[in-house]
């Protein structure tokens, strides 16, 4: 059964960083583009990042732009999205998926939390 699974979400304080991760289980991550997107409360879901397969190429949501960074490291599985300078405004559940249009994203993850609090 293919799966997603994201990691590292937790409790921070504002202006603190986290590293999220996102691994996979029958599925090669290198063979999809992989988008974080996310959710909170009583809010739509939206894309945070994204990053492709082909060359690399990264997108950022404007709301995370010099605070957000995609990498991926095929070699492990794993696409990383390491966020800095949290805010209160970055609460939410993250999740990652295999494309960057949530739309078109055949495989998703089960969410990690994110909650920036002092």
């Known amino acids: 059964q293919v799966q997603l699974v994201e990691s590292g979400g937790g409790l921070v304080q504002p202006g603190g960083s986290l590293r999220l991760s996102c691994t996979a289980s029958r599925l090669t991550l290198a063979y999809y583009a992989i988008g974080w997107f996310r959710q909170a409360p009583g809010k739509e879901r939206e894309g945070v990042s994204c990053?492709?397969?082909?060359?690399?190429?990264?997108h950022y949501a404007d709301s995370v732009k010099g605070r957000f960074s995609i990498s991926r490291d095929d070699a492990k599985n794993t696409v990383y999205l390491r966020m800095n300078t949290l805010k209160f405004e970055d609460t939410a559940v993250y999740y990652c998926?295999?494309?960057?249009?949530?739309?078109?994203?055949?495989?998703w993850g089960q969410g990690t939390q994110v909650t920036v609090s002092s």
């Open positions: 998926a295999t494309d960057c249009v949530a739309t078109e994203a055949k495989y």
């Open positions: 990053i492709n397969n082909v060359d690399g190429t990264r």
